[in-house]
């Protein structure tokens, strides 16, 4: 609780005013206690002092995230959605027809959460159905400083292909909307993924020596499970690691230390 000083009103009344509170407050406060005071008045006042507010919330969001976006890593496209052609029984059984790669939402998520956390985002999605049956995801970008900021919600048919049942084509549909409102708010580059790329790898990329012991300490210092960190990063050992990848491993390890303060 702040400390309080006091004084005596005209009346003998005695009134408690917090020393280090916020001014404006204050202020409201003090002018409370009068009793010819227009209450009117004060609801505008305080509508100056509550668009104030907000006008700070916005500056610290935008500020935040211009300092976040450059630090979010470009995603694997891990995901792989086939299309087949039916067979002579109509099921789409047969040899694949159409395939794409794309990023799974739990990757994403999974590599950018260490960056927001350290940068004060959450991440959240407001699904619905209109009155059509038409499936809408909203995704929510907010701030610890109180700014939020909503996507466009686009109308989604159920996601039908592939023979999928009822329930699925929801499913689907509702994983749709999640990863690519994700994606937009975000600002997401993703890329498909190159599985030999650690044989191609010349040993002049590799993390150094140097950059090899700060990694070994920061696993120690935050306990995290060396194996399921390498999993997490497709790295197959870590005296492998791309070169390219440091800072990114280290800035992930670094806001896990962070956090556990």
């Known amino acids: 609780m702040s400390a309080l000083s006091k004084h005596v009103e005209p009346k003998g009344e005695v009134i408690a005013h917090p020393t280090n509170a916020d001014p404006f407050l204050a202020m409201i406060s003090h002018a409370a206690s009068d009793p010819n005071f ?25 500020s ?22 039916k ?106 993924h190159d599985d030999d790329g650690n044989k191609s790898t010349p040993p002049s990329v590799f993390v150094s020596d140097e950059q090899l012991k700060e990694l070994e300490q920061l696993i120690k210092e935050t306990g995290t499970d060396k194996a399921k960190f390498l999993t997490y990063l497709k790295e197959p050992a870590l005296d492998r690691m791309a070169a390219s990848k440091f800072n990114y491993a280290k800035q992930a390890l670094a806001a896990k230390k962070e956090a556990a303060k």
């Open 64 to 85: 935040a995230f211009a300092e976040m976006q450059p630090k979010l890593p470009v995603i694997d496209r891990n995901g792989r959605i086939e299309i087949r052609k």
């Open 87 to 192: 067979d002579k029984d109509g099921e789409r059984n047969g040899d694949v027809q159409q395939s794409s790669a794309y990023a799974l939402w739990a990757d994403i998520k999974d590599a950018c959460n260490p960056f927001m956390l350290e940068h004060g985002f959450g991440i959240s999605f407001r699904p619905k159905t209109t009155a059509d049956g038409k499936i809408v995801v909203t995704c929510i970008l907010s701030h610890r400083g109180g700014h939020r900021e909503e996507s466009d919600s686009i109308p989604m048919q159920h996601d039908s292909t592939g023979s999928k049942n009822a329930v699925q084509a929801v499913g689907s549909s509702l994983s749709y909307g999640t990863r690519y409102m994700g994606i937009m708010m975000l600002g997401i580059v993703s890329k498909e």
């Open 38 to 62: 227009d209450i009117e008045k004060m609801r505008q006042l305080v509508g100056i002092r509550n668009e104030e507010l907000a006008r700070q919330a916005r500056v610290a969001f935008d």
